[in-house]
């Protein structure tokens, strides 16, 4: 089973946004509403952004939020802040083999 | 506050085994399915397994080597791991899902498994 594909970086201005995409298939993504989004800063664990496609955990600014369209989720992340500038990674349960996939992470850049 | 602490970590030959722990605390640990995680140094996540309460799932690449296990009295996760090899050099998490489905809403510090001989 591959992992899902995101986009290996994107970057964007303070100020605006950014829209990070996660493609799987009909077995993961597209099958299911269990996608989830991670931040990880480096040398820290990740965090939990996103769950379930587009809920938020308590905490987590309104700036972030998740989509889905077919086999392909979406982060969107407004009003990027520097602090923003992090590894984001999508992951998905899968009904076949491997239960969970991840994405392989993409490299957020506040320019 | 939730907290999660990995303990176990170390050096070990190719072939070699070892066995992970992962204490947890603030939470009724035998309620929540908890997970490992792995991160290969300057590598991406990569998910090792899930137990719930009456099974466990295991990702393809573990191929019978590895074993999720939970003592729910001792409020303890644990990852038996057998027949290493340098592939499996990581950092190792383990998670706590919260009120959604599949959503790792906590993770510990991470312990260090180098497989080198």
């Known amino acids: 089973q591959s992992a899902l594909t995101q986009p290996p970086s994107a970057s964007e201005s303070p100020g605006q946004s950014v829209t990070i995409s996660c493609t799987g298939t009909?077995?993961?993504?597209?099958?299911?509403?269990?996608v989830s989004w991670y931040q990880q800063h480096p040398g820290k664990a990740p965090k939990l952004m996103i769950y379930?496609?587009?809920k938020r955990p308590s905490g987590v600014p309104d700036r972030f939020s998740g989509s889905k369209s077919g086999n392909t989720a979406s982060l969107t992340v407004s009003g990027l802040l520097a602090d923003d500038e992090a590894d984001y990674y999508c992951s998905s349960y899968a009904d076949r083999g491997t239960r969970v996939l991840f994405g392989g992470g993409t490299k957020l850049t506040v320019l | 506050e939730v907290q999660l602490v990995e303990s176990g970590g170390v050096v070990v030959q190719p072939g070699g085994s070892l066995r992970l722990s992962c204490a947890a605390s603030?939470?009724?640990?035998?309620?929540?399915?908890m997970h490992w995680v792995r991160q290969a140094p300057g590598k991406g996540l990569e998910w090792v397994s899930l137990i719930n309460s009456v099974d466990t799932f295991y990702a393809e690449f573990v191929k019978g080597r590895f074993t999720i296990s939970r003592d729910n009295s001792k409020n303890s996760l644990y990852l038996q791991m057998n027949s290493l090899t340098v592939e499996d050099t990581a950092f190792y998490y383990c998670a706590k899902e919260d009120s959604g489905w599949y959503d790792l809403a906590y993770w510990g510090q991470g312990s260090l498994v180098t497989v080198s001989s």
């Open positions: 379930e496609v587009s």
């Open positions: 009909s077995s993961d993504v597209g099958g299911y509403n269990y």
């Open positions: 603030a939470f009724t640990f035998d309620d929540y399915t």
